[in-house]
């Protein structure tokens, strides 16, 4: 498989389920060192153990939260804001 993101750093946020799950997923089969960010903790802990990817926890709605997981991820190549509410 192409590793057209090796040595790049992607910040994955609503990653613990559907399109930001298989993102998640996409990227770190491309090579990417992915940064998994999700509201629901069970949810990332068995994305890092599927792709050994980095998590954070958050709620991204609370700004101190949005802050701190930005802080948390430091530096990127590539955002997917993939977080939504329905």
């Known amino acids: 498989m192409d590793q057209i993101f ?7 946020t ?3 389920k559907g399109i930001g799950r ?3 997923i996409m990227l770190a089969n491309h090579g990417a060192d992915v940064v998994a ?11 890092s ?11 991204l709605g ?11 991820a430091g530096c990127i190549d590539l ?3 993939n977080a939504g509410i329905s």
């Open 6 to 12: 090796s040595g790049k750093k992607a910040l994955v």
């Open 14 to 16: 609503g990653a613990g």
């Open 22 to 24: 298989a993102t998640a």
């Open 37 to 47: 960010l999700s509201r629901t903790q069970p949810d990332l802990t068995t994305l």
């Open 49 to 59: 153990e599927e792709i050994g990817c980095q998590t954070i926890q958050a709620d």
């Open 62 to 72: 609370d700004p101190d939260q949005a802050r701190d997981a930005a802080h948390s």
């Open 79 to 81: 955002l997917v804001n």
